[in-house]
């Protein structure tokens, strides 16, 4: 559908990362519980804030699709930037958890 008609497949991609964005956070807080036991509080609430920002962000798009369209590339940009900084502090707080 994006090789052969360029207009929908944008509308298609501004549809489904909000989708993505709500579904990922949604994932990632069932999971808060089990962070809160082996992780700490700390990293349990960055999770928990990252996520909640997340899927507003995520209906903030679907719910104006034009500033989707303006700032996918820049908010899409900052969001995984933060979910990679969530994600390697997770996995080294795991690793200091790890006994030999």
Known sequence: MILFNLMAGTWVLIILFPIWFITHCIARLTHLSFIRMFVGS???YF???VNI???ILG???I???FFSLLSA???IGIYLLVLGIDSVVFG???L???RY
Request: proline letters at 4%; a positive charge; aromatic letters at 16%.
């Open 42 to 44: 700390i990293y349990y």
């Open 59 to 61: 209906f903030m798009m």
């Open 47 to 49: 999770t928990l804030i």
């Open 63 to 65: 719910a104006n699709p």
């Open 92 to 94: 080294l707080s795991l």
């Open 96 to 98: 200091s958890m790890r």
């Open 73 to 75: 590339s820049y908010t």
């Open 53 to 55: 920002l997340g899927i």
